[in-house]
Nanobody, 129 residues
Framework: QLQLVESGGGLVQPGGSLRLSCAAS????????IAWFRQAPGKEREGVSC????????IYADFVQGRFTISRDNAKNTVYLQMNSLKPEDTAVYYC??????????????????????WGQGTQVTVSS
C-alpha cells in the first residue's frame, strides 16, 4: 500500500519561502504521477503542480508559474515543492497525491483530483504579515 506524508508547512511572511516534502512509502514513485493540490477555507480544491515521473514532465498552474518548483530525490523516494515569493492568497492546506497517470491532458494540463488514488494528510501553509 502506497502511503504519502507531507511536511514543511508553516507560517511565513509575504515574499518568503517554504519547501514542502511528500515522502512515499510502500512503493517506488517511478511509475506514478505526483501532484500538489491546495484548498483554502470556502474554496474548491485546486491543482498547483504535477510531476509525471516516468517522463520527467512537470506542469504548473498559472498562478504559481515562476514561483514554485517541483522536484524529487530518488534515494529518499520523496517529492518536493519549493515555494518562493509567497503571497497571502497562497494560504491553504497543501496536499500531495499519487496516481497511475501516464500523460497530461492535452500535453500541458494536470488531471483533476479524481484521478489520484493516494493522498497525504495535508500540511498548512499560512502567508501573513
Amino acid at each position: 500500500q502506497l502511503q504519502l506524508v507531507e511536511s514543511g508547512g508553516g507560517l511565513v511572511q509575504p515574499g518568503g519561502s517554504l519547501r514542502l516534502s511528500c515522502a512515499a512509502s510502500g512503493f517506488t514513485l517511478d511509475y506514478y504521477t505526483i501532484a500538489w493540490f491546495r484548498q483554502a477555507p470556502g474554496k474548491e480544491r485546486e491543482g498547483v503542480s504535477c510531476f509525471i515521473i516516468r517522463s520527467g514532465s512537470t506542469i504548473y498552474a498559472d498562478f504559481v508559474q515562476g514561483r514554485f518548483t517541483i522536484s524529487r530525490d530518488n534515494a529518499k523516494n520523496t517529492v518536493y515543492l519549493q515555494m518562493n515569493s509567497l503571497k497571502p492568497e497562497d494560504t491553504a492546506v497543501y496536499y500531495c497525491a499519487a496516481g497511475l497517470i501516464r500523460q497530461p491532458i492535452g500535453g500541458s494540463s494536470c488531471h483533476g483530483p479524481g484521478s489520484y488514488g493516494y493522498w497525504g494528510q495535508g500540511t498548512q501553509v499560512t502567508v501573513s504579515s
